[in-house]
């Protein structure tokens, strides 16, 4: 554990020093209002025997994964609460739309990946930073913080890039109503086995990855702003909307993107998130060696296994065994030739890289500080504050599978492990037993990772 606590704290020095180095960063597509209330064990029982304790039970066990009555809201809820796994259904009712909004919130925060990516990067980072907002109402506008963060805007025939908060518009507002339990949070019978939370999505315009015009007439423009770009959202796709276009229509539109991305060297990283339709899947694998990096989780890796067609390395993926972890990496890197693959679970993380350096862990590291640093306050302010993260503990259960990778890599050292042709990245991570919240804290891991190791090899 002495090792890690110097590499934790050498990884941090380097990182901060390098994170100034970075000079623009592109965030695409999502951003919405994340309206978050802490469950309440009483008020959430109430509620439920109200509507009809017995039909949301039988709804937990067939979970329809979408909302159309307040059953199926409830049901999803105690299903996140059971398996204590994060889940986002999107609510096609108005009348369930309304009790959410005047059940009410705790707290409002900027939501959606590259909203929440936009004000770490731009407003804690201080980086540079290019937003899309499908809409900006004042709303969210205001939601985000002071600091480098802009969003493209036509002045007449000419694109501005201007803070969101200097251009609100009469929009909808998007709201994503996200229900926080912690571990051991019980509800009947019901007790959720770790922190995590529930997502009521109300948002008609990132469930069909709009863009806005700026973006579809001018985003040459705007790529001559960045050295880096985050893609994201692109998981809610479906394969058919009501208006006649599919998801081709959006992913023929990200490809021309990234074609112009690559075009002006911009390093590209997505962040892949579990996709429920096979078939957006299938193609979202297809468009990843257009990207630079891929971030992903077991889920994730298993779901692209599941595609690749080796049904058994998908379970043993989702079964933990990080051997198979490590196999999965390879089989995607071989099958998409994309350079960096960053994994991320519950206790350590994972890099795989086509190119070597110690800032490939150290971006790892820092990621880990930032993460542990926003679980224990919430939110971050200021990049000072991930300093605060170092006196959390290292996770002891992942130097036991560091243990397992010593005995069967022998070119390993100081978590790097020399692959011949391939880097491979290896870190324990640090545990919050209490975790503020956890909204955010998967994009801001791969977000501090991706920006880190850049402005780390910039030097």
Do not use: C
Request: charged content about 30%; proline content about 3%.
């Amino acid at each position: 554990m002495r090792l890690w606590k110097s590499l934790y704290v050498n990884a941090l020095e380097n990182a901060l020093n390098a994170v100034p180095n970075v000079n623009g960063v592109l965030l695409a597509y999502n951003t919405n209002i994340d309206a978050i209330k802490y469950l309440d064990k009483e008020d959430l029982e109430k509620r439920i025997t109200e509507i009809g304790k017995e039909k949301v039970f039988e709804m937990v066990e067939k979970p329809p994964e979408k909302i159309s009555s307040l059953e199926e809201l409830f049901a999803g809820i105690l299903r996140s609460i059971k398996l204590g796994k994060a889940m986002e259904w999107f609510v096609e009712s108005e009348g369930v739309r309304k009790y959410l909004r005047e059940w009410g919130w705790d707290e409002l925060r900027i939501g959606g990946q590259a909203g929440i990516m936009a004000n770490l990067l731009g407003g804690v980072y201080r980086i540079p930073t290019i937003v899309h907002v499908p809409q900006n109402p004042k709303l969210q506008a205001e939601l985000f913080v002071d600091g480098p963060i802009y969003v493209p805007v036509f002045e007449g025939n000419e694109l501005k890039l201007v803070h969101p908060k200097d251009a609100i518009a009469e929009e909808e507002e998007l709201i994503h109503y996200i229900y926080e339990f912690p571990r051991g949070f019980q509800v009947f019978e019901i007790q959720s086995p770790r922190e995590n939370r529930f997502i009521a999505n109300a948002d008609d315009y990132n469930a069909r990855v709009y863009m806005r015009k700026e973006f579809r007439e001018s985003f040459e423009k705007i790529a001559k702003n960045v050295e880096l770009a985050i893609i994201s959202g692109l998981q809610v796709l479906k394969e058919y909307y009501p208006d006649g276009t599919t998801y081709k229509d959006v992913l023929d539109r990200v490809e021309s993107h990234l074609t112009i991305l690559n075009r002006y060297n911009v390093k590209s990283h997505f962040e892949f998130a579990y996709t429920a339709n096979r078939r957006v899947r299938e193609a979202l694998i297809e468009l990843l060696p257009k990207f630079t990096s891929v971030g992903l989780n077991e889920v994730e890796l298993a779901s692209i296994m599941e595609i690749i067609g080796d049904e058994e390395l998908a379970k043993e993926v989702l079964e933990g065994h990080i051997f198979s972890v490590i196999d999965a990496m390879n089989v995607l890197m071989d099958e998409t030739g994309i350079e960096r693959i960053h994994f991320h679970t519950y206790g350590y993380y994972l890099a795989l890289t086509q190119y070597r350096g110690e800032e490939v862990r150290d971006a790892l590291l820092f990621a880990s500080l930032a993460a542990a640093a926003k679980a224990m306050k919430g939110n971050l302010e200021r990049i000072e504050q991930i300093r605060d993260a170092l006196s959390v503990p290292t996770n002891e259960r992942a130097i036991v599978l560091e243990e397992e990778l010593e005995k069967e890599f022998t070119e390993f050292e100081n978590g790097l492990i020399d692959m011949s042709d391939r880097q491979l990245a290896f870190v324990p991570t640090k545990i919050v037993a209490s975790p503020k919240s956890t909204v955010g804290i998967g994009d801001t891991i791969s977000s501090s990772a991706f920006v880190s190791e850049f402005g780390m090899r910039k030097r």
